[in-house]
């Protein structure tokens, strides 16, 4: 059972730090490389992929910071910039206003994208829309996604987090019922329990695919 999350705020935090020691170097290696445009080299790869666990820690730091400020987990609204309410009153628990959480919204990097251009468009989601059976009780959670990335991105996220470049594969529900809100798409929200990904009990943080071509990073922001 996940007891602490704010734990995995660090450790996120310390893989970002420690990938920034190699990031010119990385950008110099992956700039002499002569991929296709559809492929990354491995130095690329490495990038984007430190980039999107970063980005998962920014986020957990900006909902703690937020709960600090006295917001309850079931206050935040996780409403983008480009909703047409954004700036609609109370702006204060709005994770990505100014007035609230101040959390920078920023598309998912180009290299990683996998967007196959059908139904939900490859980008960073976060929410509480279900739960996750590892986590304390059955209330919902609040999960960050990185949703269709490209599978050798996939494998260096595990890697970085796991030390292995191993992707689970998760059955009986697709990856956007499980990972990103259905008010952003057609499916329905389903639970993510142990049925679905044995491998990924207990693990708050994995990349995972459909085993069908899509590849998604879930983040347990905050275990409820």
């Known amino acids: 059972m996940i ?13 970002a730090v420690g990938l920034l020691g190699s990031l010119m170097f ?10 296709a445009p559809s492929e990354l080299s491995e130095g690329e790869s490495k990038i984007v992929a430190g980039e999107i666990i970063a980005y998962a820690a920014a986020a957990s730091s900006a909902i703690a910071q937020m709960q600090q400020t006295g917001a309850t987990v079931g206050m935040i609204d996780f409403i983008v910039p480009s909703d047409t309410n ?3 009153a109370p702006t204060i628990h709005k994770l990505f ?6 959390f920078n919204y920023k598309p998912i990097p180009l290299k990683a994208s996998a967007d196959d251009k059908t139904g939900l468009a490859a ?4 929410g509480r829309f279900n739960n996750i059976e590892w986590t304390p009780t059955t209330a919902q959670d609040v999960v960050f996604t990185a949703y269709e990335i490209k599978q050798t991105v996939c494998a260096e996220i ?3 987090i796991t030390g292995a470049s191993t992707i689970p ?7 956007q019922n499980l990972f990103v809100s259905d008010d952003l798409h057609t499916g329905t929200n389903d639970d993510f329990t142990e049925t679905n990904c044995a491998t990924c009990k207990e693990i708050p943080a994995l990349c995972v695919t459909d085993g069908s071509g899509k590849y998604a990073f879930y983040s347990l922001l905050e275990a409820e």
Do not use: M, R
């Not at 007891?3 to 893989?15: A, P, S, T």
């Not at 980008?123 to 976060?126: A, C, K, Q, S, T």
């Not at 594969?169 to 990856?175: A, D, I, K, P, R």
């Open 169 to 175: 594969t998760v059955t009986g529900e697709s990856l």
């Open 123 to 126: 980008g960073y989601y976060i």
């Open 158 to 160: 595990n890697k970085k």
């Open 26 to 35: 990385l950008i110099s290696k992956s700039a002499s490389q002569n991929d």
């Open 3 to 15: 007891k602490n999350q704010k734990g995995n705020v660090f450790v996120y935090i310390l893989i």
């Open 86 to 88: 954004f700036n609609d």
């Open 97 to 102: 206003h100014p007035d609230g959480g101040g």
